[in-house]
């Protein structure tokens, strides 16, 4: 009986730290730069150059920094809930609305969002919808898009640095 009772305490330390590390989520949170290198950026468009990701329970913390080619910056905050409730902001006169999620089978988060902004012919939308995930031991962060926009629609995959 004893035999038993520390063959069962053996075993629960060896497979409880194994079970902790599978069930651990992606390390989302710390400061992200955009690899050129491994990225395909169009001309003339604008491209998340940086991001700062917090995350606080049920909610994600970010603070975007879109750059032109012409180097300009153009950063903004958002403080999104993970529950797949709308979240509105304002960006540069334009108003935002967007909603998060977790996967809870690999960790990714899935952003949906719509900004509204005054274009050629009057007031236009701009849908886009990203999933982000993290990879090699929280070293590198993949965010694939979506966007559309009058009709046309960009998709893509922007590679990250975690910046130490």
């Known amino acids: 009986m004893k035999t ?5 305490l053996l075993i629960m330390m060896f497979f409880l730290p194994a079970f902790t590390v599978i069930a651990q989520k992606p390390d989302f ?5 955009l690899n050129k290198e ?3 950026l169009t001309d003339n ?4 150059s ?3 990701i917090q995350l ?7 603070t975007r920094v879109y750059e032109n080619g012409n180097g300009e910056e153009y950063p903004f905050e958002e403080n999104l809930s993970l529950d797949g409730k709308d979240c509105k902001i304002v960006i540069y ?3 935002r609305t967007s ?3 977790r996967s809870d089978t690999d960790g990714s988060i899935m952003i949906a969002s719509t900004t509204t902004f005054n274009g050629n012919s009057g007031q236009e939308d701009m849908t886009a919808k990203e999933t982000w995930k993290v990879e090699n031991a929280g070293q590198f962060l993949t965010l694939e898009f979506t966007n559309k926009m009058s009709g046309n629609e960009t998709t893509g995959k922007y590679y990250y640095d975690k910046v130490k």
């Open 56 to 62: 606080k329970s049920d909610s994600l913390l970010t």
């Open 99 to 101: 909603k998060a999620n």
């Open 38 to 40: 491994k990225s395909v």
């Open 45 to 48: 468009q604008l491209f998340l």
């Open 93 to 95: 006169d334009m108003p």
């Open 29 to 33: 949170p710390g400061e992200w730069k």
């Open 4 to 8: 038993k009772s520390i063959l069962s």
């Open 50 to 52: 940086k991001i700062t």
